[in-house]
């Protein structure tokens, strides 16, 4: 089994920044991919940003030249960098993970969530 574990959120005013957090702890053979995603009330949970194995990353347009998606192998963490952060930033943001496990088998795995909220 996989755990992930968020960290990072908290309430920022516009404008401030917020480093989050995850990392991914159990049966790990290899992460293919990890990725941050977020949901606001009431709307679907879309993408922020994603990052490949090989250090590729992804951005949605509403976050890019402000986010910045890095990842520690060793630890097995990834990181959200935000910036110039906006009111309609706020969300849950939710670490995402494509891990293999020993057998080869590939599963997805959720964090629990973490609350970023942004004031004015």
């Known amino acids: 089994q996989v755990q992930l574990v968020e960290s990072g959120g908290g309430l920022v005013q516009a404008g401030g920044s917020l480093r989050l957090s995850c990392a991914a702890s159990?049966?790990?053979?290899?992460?293919?991919?990890m990725a941050w995603f977020r949901q606001a009330p009431g709307k679907q949970r879309d993408l922020v940003a994603s990052?490949?194995?090989?250090?590729?990353?992804n951005y949605a347009d509403s976050v890019k030249g402000r986010c910045s998606i890095s990842t520690d192998n060793a630890k097995n963490t990834v990181y959200l960098q935000m910036n110039s952060l906006k009111l309609e930033d706020t969300a849950v943001y939710y670490c995402?993970?494509?891990?293999?496990?020993?057998?080869?088998?590939?599963?997805?795995?959720w964090g629990q969530g973490t609350q970023v909220t942004v004031s004015s």
């Open positions: 990052i490949t194995s090989g250090g590729s990353p």
């Open positions: 995402n993970a494509v891990i293999r496990s020993s057998t080869w088998s590939l599963k997805v795995y």
């Open positions: 159990g049966s790990i053979f290899r992460i293919d991919s």
